[in-house]
C-alpha cells in the first residue's frame, strides 16, 4: 500500500492524505486529485466526520491538524468499518460506469446508503435483481431483489424487506456491479454468470471483458 499525501489550499486544511493499493495506476490518482480539487472549488465546508459521494461509495473526511485524511467502507464489514484505502472505492466507480455502458445502457448509479427492497434467500441461487422507478423520497433505490427458487413467495409483503445497498453487497457480493444498472433493467443469476434484460429483452455485454474485469476486481474486495 502506498501513501499519498497533496498539498492544497483550503480554510481548514492545507494537505489531504489517502492511501492506494501498490499497484494502483497513475491515471486513477491524477483524476481522483482533480476530483478532490474540484469538490475544494464547490466552497463546501470540510466538516470533520463529514461524509461525501464517490459514486456509489460514501467518504469519510476526518479533519486533524490542518490534514484532511480521506476513509471509505472496508467493503467486508457490517456494520461498516472504515479504511484509508480507497483503491476499491476508485475501481467500483469505473466499473458502475463502464459495465452498463458495455450493454449499451446509460449508468445510473445509487448511493451505498440507499434502499433496496429484497425477499427471503435474495442472497442464494437462484435469484435476480430488477430494478423499476425510484423513489427519491424514500431514498430508494428503484431495485427490488429475490430468490426465484421453487416455493419462495414474493408477493408475500410479510417476508420483504428494505434494505440498504451496503448491506445488501455484504449478503450477496455479485451484485455490487450490476446495481449502477438504469430502470428497466433486470439481471437474473440461476447461478454466478448473470444474464441481463433490458425490459423483456436478453441484451449482451458489447465488450465481454469488461464483465470478467468487473466481477474479478469486485471478488477482490471481499479478500
Not at 463546501?44 to 485524511?69: E, F, H, R, Y
Request: a negative charge.
Amino acid at each position: 500500500m502506498k501513501t499519498i499525501t497533496k498539498a492544497i489550499r483550503h480554510p481548514q486544511f492545507n494537505r489531504y492524505v489517502f492511501n492506494l493499493d501498490d499497484d494502483e495506476n497513475d491515471s486513477s490518482i491524477t483524476w481522483f486529485f482533480n476530483w478532490v480539487e474540484k469538490w475544494v472549488a464547490t466552497g463546501d465546508a470540510a466538516i470533520d466526520q463529514q461524509q461525501i459521494q464517490l459514486g456509489w461509495t460514501s467518504l469519510l473526511l476526518v479533519c486533524k491538524d490542518q490534514c484532511l485524511t480521506i476513509y471509505t467502507p472496508d467493503f467486508k464489514s457490517f456494520p461498516l468499518q472504515w479504511t484509508d484505502n480507497i483503491s476499491n472505492a476508485l475501481r467500483l466507480l469505473a466499473h458502475h460506469k463502464y459495465l452498463p455502458e458495455s450493454y449499451g445502457l446509460q449508468a445510473d448509479i445509487p448511493e451505498q446508503g440507499s434502499i433496496a427492497l429484497v425477499g427471503e434467500l435474495f442472497d442464494q441461487f437462484p435469484m435476480f435483481m430488477t430494478r423499476s422507478e425510484k423513489d427519491v423520497d424514500r431514498e430508494h433505490s428503484g431495485w427490488f431483489i429475490a430468490s426465484s427458487a421453487m416455493g419462495v413467495d414474493n408477493t408475500d409483503e410479510s417476508k420483504l424487506r428494505l434494505m440498504s445497498l451496503y448491506e445488501v453487497y455484504i449478503r450477496a457480493p455479485h451484485l455490487l456491479e450490476f446495481l449502477s444498472m438504469p430502470v428497466g433493467t433486470q439481471v437474473v443469476f440461476e447461478d454466478s454468470d448473470p444474464v441481463v434484460l433490458s425490459g423483456s429483452k436478453e441484451i449482451e455485454p458489447q465488450a465481454n471483458n469488461i464483465v470478467s474485469k468487473c466481477q474479478a476486481d469486485i471478488t477482490r474486495h471481499a479478500d
